[in-house]
């Protein structure tokens, strides 16, 4: 096996639940998912399906009172779930480390840049200040920072929202980490200073080897990063493939509403398709599939199955896991006769 | 097109906001340009898109155009009649003909009030007496948007996003106006949802033939949307032109760049396209550039660009566009390269 085709995350039957005043919140229902190194895998789906909540517990984030994580969670085979606080916030900002949308909620307000950076490197590293501002300096020119000398003296609200993200990937990666969680991490810019960042993102990959988790609800920038794709649904993952199998021979109902739901940039669509029905709530969710409420198909599985029992997320081919009772000939007649995907 | 006139006709406007400091006594020290000489039309029935990055100006021309905000220049005429010189009450009565949709569901509605409130108050406004009584139209509406009527008596908090901003419509189309500006409508909600309220907005477009100005930086959502469409950087118009056309034959550097840098969801096509990255940020509209207001970041760019503003000109049929050299031989902005070829401008 070559290293880059070492496993570096393995995450089996995580729970994350959440006791509130209305009842029991299932953020989070049995989700197992593997990451190899240097790879990217982006998970998409609408707000409140599990993405940021799921990405939090691996890190150790989900914490407080009302909370529950169960399952287990494998980095570099060292199980994290239950394990000692300590050893997990070691990793967290050195091994591991985790960007989010909106870069003034891990930038310190009040510090200055260059502070801030060189302390991110001295907690986890033995070395002076001399020699941290050294690696500072160099981070953030690689990210792409003008006047660098300049920019490390000032505060987070000098800088424009392009270049704090900027600042927040150096940050985040200032130590080499081998994980990099990034939580929507353009959702707020513009599409031209967007292009640039996942420009960079791409750039440090390939230069350090680091395995991306991409929580995004863009279709588009899945499509342009990943390297393999889970689509989540209240808190479960759905689906799970190669990216071109998820956009050219997706295989369950709601990927389906997904890819239909987008108006296209390259060509116009007369009609959008969207999918009926909210999002589910996560307080007492159905019994059976999680999707049925929304699902225009279900009445091709006879018995009810799908109100009755929910499915399990299953191999359809060698890399393609799918949770739908819709039988391969049935998904590919579907797929066919609404032109879903790529017609063969 | 025929000789249809514009129920809106948008010249020169100017809506800067004055930048004060100081303590006791302020002082004006200069101005943020928001929108700074825009010209346009829209016809009955059809939709003008309105694009651009955030601060570009865009929620600003929109506001301004309905006088809910108070241009510092220019004129708006709506249906021939120059909205600038009428009175506020003449004004109160013509909002019966434009109306608009905001982007936040959650902030435009008022919390205490009922959705059956909500949706009859621009009927109360108005003094309008609707045949079958308020309930009943309030009712039809509510079905119309896809709400259940018999929710009338709910508080917006007791709905999603989605269903609020469907009250959101209700309301806008309660008086049949003739013009809607529509700022941001979906871009608050997830894109299943997004579908919906899209192709909500297209049947009551078809079914009243009102006219909307639909403001967005979703590219992709305003060219499902529109018949026409504007580019905006810095408070001017860039470009603009039948969607179709913007679309695939981009003439101005900036709607080229900026449609160059959405990413299409379609991995073997994202992948082997041809992309421009423009470098460097978008310019404070306090202090734009001199000349054309994209040569700071214009791969373009020559000693005119720095000195000359250039003005929106006609070039072909409905294609106007403000570039000194405005782009030629276009290759498809969006077509498969042969390699992956990285433009870096
Ligand atoms: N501390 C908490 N207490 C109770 N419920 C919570 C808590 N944190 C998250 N949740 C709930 O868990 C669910 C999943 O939330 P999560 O933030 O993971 O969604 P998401 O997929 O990241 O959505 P978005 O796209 O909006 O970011 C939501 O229903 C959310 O309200
Ligand atoms: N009430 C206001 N006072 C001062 N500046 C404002 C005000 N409203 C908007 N602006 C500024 O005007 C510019 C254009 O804003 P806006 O029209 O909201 O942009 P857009 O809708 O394109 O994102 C921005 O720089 C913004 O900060
Ligand atoms: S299991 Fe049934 S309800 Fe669920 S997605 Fe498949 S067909 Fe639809
Ligand atoms: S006028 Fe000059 S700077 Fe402006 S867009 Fe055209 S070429 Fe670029
Ligand atoms: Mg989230
Ligand atoms: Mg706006």
């Known amino acids: ?344 | 097109m025929t000789q249809v006139s514009p129920i809106l006709k948008v010249s020169n406007l100017v809506k800067h906001f004055p930048i004060t400091s100081g303590g006791i006594f302020q002082r004006t020290t200069g101005a943020v340009k928001a929108v700074d000489g825009i010209s346009l039309e829209v016809f009955p029935g059809e939709t003008l898109g309105l694009v651009g990055e955030s601060g570009c100006g865009k929620s600003t021309a929109g506001r301004t155009v309905l006088r809910l905000l108070e241009p510092t220049s220019g004129s708006i005429e709506f249906e021939g009649q120059n909205l600038i010189k009428v009175s506020k009450r003449e004004l109160v009565f013509m909002r019966r003909e434009m109306q608009m949709i905001f982007q936040d569901p959650y902030s435009s509605l008022n919390p205490r009030a009922t959705v059956g409130d909500i949706i009859s108050a621009p009927f109360q406004v108005q003094g309008v007496k609707p045949v079958g009584g308020l309930r009943s139209a309030v009712g039809d509406l509510m079905e119309r948007v896809g709400l259940n009527p018999e929710h009338f008596n709910r508080y917006p908090n007791e709905f999603s996003g989605g269903q609020r901003q469907r009250i959101g419509i209700a309301r806008a189309i309660a008086l049949q106006p003739k013009l809607i500006v529509c700022d941001e409508p979906v871009s608050a909600l997830d894109v299943s949802i997004q579908a919906q309220i899209l192709n909500l907005l297209a049947e009551i477009q078809k079914d009243f033939g009102i006219a909307y100005v639909f403001v967005a930086h979703d590219l992709s959502v305003v060219r499902h949307i529109s018949d026409r469409v504007a580019v905006m950087y810095l408070g001017q118009i860039m470009e603009s032109a039948p969607s179709e056309l913007l679309y695939t034959e981009p003439l101005h550097p900036y709607t080229h760049a900026l449609l160059s840098a959405i990413p299409i969801p379609d991995p073997d096509l994202e992948r082997n396209r041809e992309r421009i990255i423009l470098s460097g940020d978008l310019p404070s509209p306090s202090n734009p550039p001199a000349g054309c207001v994209f040569n700071t970041r214009c791969w373009k760019a020559e000693d005119k660009c720095r000195s000359e503003r250039p003005v929106l000109r006609e070039i072909s049929m409905g294609h106007q566009v403000a570039c000194h050299f405005p782009e030629q031989n276009l290759i498809e902005t969006i077509s498969v390269a042969p390699t992956g070829t990285d433009f870096i401008a």
């Not at chain 1, 669509?269 to 999707?291: E, M, R, Y």
């Open chain 1, 1 to 344: 096996m070559s290293e880059t085709d070492e496993v570096l995350l393995s995450v089996r039957n995580l729970y994350v639940e959440f006791a509130t005043d209305d009842g029991l919140v299932s953020a989070v229902n049995d989700l197992s998912y593997d990451l190899k190194r240097g790879k990217t895998l982006a998970i998409v789906g609408e707000s409140g399906s599990g993405k940021s909540v799921s990405s939090m517990a691996l890190m150790g984030l989900v914490a407080g009172m009302n909370a529950k994580v169960s399952g287990e969670v494998y980095f570099d085979g060292q199980q994290l779930i239950g394990a000692d606080p300590e050893s997990v916030r070691k990793l967290r900002g050195d091994r591991m480390a985790m960007i989010f949308q909106d870069p003034l909620s891990s930038l310190h307000p009040f510090f200055r840049i260059g502070d801030q950076l060189v302390e991110a490197v001295q907690v986890h590293h033995d070395i002076d200040k001399k020699q941290a501002q050294v690696r500072v300096k160099a981070m953030l020119e690689r990210v792409g920072i003008p006047d660098v000398d300049q920019r490390m003296n000032e505060y987070p609200h000098q800088l424009s929202g392009g270049m704090r993200q900027r600042v927040m990937i150096g940050m985040s990666l200032i130590n080499n980490p081998e994980l990099l969680i990034a939580d929507e991490p353009t959702t707020a810019l513009d599409v031209t200073v967007q292009a640039q960042i996942l420009e960079l993102l791409k750039d440090l990959q390939k230069e350090f080897g680091t395995a991306i988790i991409l929580i995004t609800h863009d279709l588009g920038v899945v499509a342009d990063m990943a390297d393999e794709v889970v689509v989540m649904y209240g808190g479960s993952a759905v689906e799970h493939a190669p990216v071109r199998e998820i956009f050219y021979e997706p295989a369950m109902p709601y990927t389906w509403g997904l890819i239909a739901s987008i108006p296209q940039i390259s060509a116009k669509n007369a009609h959008l398709d969207p999918i009926p029905g909210n999002p589910p709530s996560l307080i007492n969710l159905p019994s059976g599939c999680v999707f049925a409420p929304r699902c225009a198909f279900k009445q091709l599985v006879g018995d009810d199955l799908c109100e009755h029992e929910r499915p399990q997320l299953s191999l359809i081919s060698l890399e393609h896991a799918s949770r739908c009772h819709l039988t391969e000939n049935q998904r590919t007649d579907i797929r066919r006769a609404r032109l879903i995907g790529r017609q063969k």
